[in-house]
T-cell receptor, first 112, second 114 residues
Framework: AQRVTQPEKLLSVFKGAPVELKCNYS??????LFWYVQYSRQRLQLLLR??SRESIKGFTADLNKGETSFHLKKPFAQEEDSAMYYC??????????????FGQGTILTVHP | EPEVTQTPSHQVTQMGQEVILRCVPI?????FYWYRQILGQKVEFLVS????????KSEIFDDQFSVERPDGSNFTLKIRSTKLEDSAMYFC????????????FGPGTRLTVT
């Protein structure tokens, strides 16, 4: 079974401070990892995905297969980063119909 | 930019009633999904739909649930006889591919069963 764990429900930082949102996963196959974000009163949207190796809005995430982690990091948090962040996993191997498995989510609050 | 739309935004129904939640996916997408989020819990996969048939479903998606693409644009989720525990936010999503491509989510329908 595939599982995604986000150990922190709430994370508060001050503007300009580094931020790291933790995500651990368990899956025996070939997972592809994503970070989705939901800003206040907006829909769930993709922030970044491992396969793209990109940095979006200053956020990066590194897949560590040894530690089965995909932590989201930003060196200098901004107030507009305040949102709910979800880590999610898809089976990227074999037959995949796109079933996303989500973590519980972490509410990030960036204080001025 | 094209968006997934869902109607209604909020539906209140009595236990035992049938409800149909509607979604209009992005027009050139081929894969369609329903997820739900009970208040305070994680977003859970319900079902994926491709080529006019269910391609995968979760344990939650029992005989009370069904999905349909009645025409070229709509994608519906029907709950035949609602229970109190069906109260949740239901999200529709669509993607161009069923693999590692981005899924685009709708704004959700809040279903309240009384």
């Amino acid at each position: 079974a595939q599982r995604v764990t986000q150990p922190e429900k709430l994370l508060s930082v001050f503007k300009g401070a580094p931020v790291e949102l933790k995500c651990n996963y368990s899956y025996s196959g070939s997972p592809e990892l994503f970070w989705y974000v939901q800003y206040s009163r907006q829909r769930l949207q993709l922030l970044l995905r491992h396969i793209s190796r990109e940095s979006i809005k200053g956020f990066t995430a590194d897949l560590n297969k040894g530690e089965t982690s995909f932590h989201l990091k930003k060196p200098f948090a901004q107030e507009e980063d305040s949102a709910m962040y979800y880590c999610a996993l898809i089976n990227a191997g074999g037959t995949s119909y796109g079933k996303l498995t989500f973590g519980q989510g972490t509410i990030l609050t960036v204080h001025p | 930019e094209p968006e997934v739309t869902q109607t209604p935004s909020h539906q209140v129904t009595q236990m035992g009633q049938e409800v149909i939640l509607r979604c209009v996916p992005i027009s050139n997408h081929l894969y369609f999904y329903w997820y739900r989020q009970i208040l305070g819990q994680k977003v859970e996969f319900l079902v994926s739909f491709y080529n006019n048939e269910i391609s995968e479903k979760s344990e939650i998606f029992d005989d009370q649930f069904s999905v349909e693409r009645p025409d070229g644009s709509n994608f519906t989720l029907k709950i035949r006889s609602t229970k109190l525990e069906d109260s949740a936010m239901y999200f529709c999503a669509s993607s161009f591919s069923g693999s590692v491509y981005e899924q685009y989510f709708g704004p959700g329908t809040r279903l309240t069963v009384t």
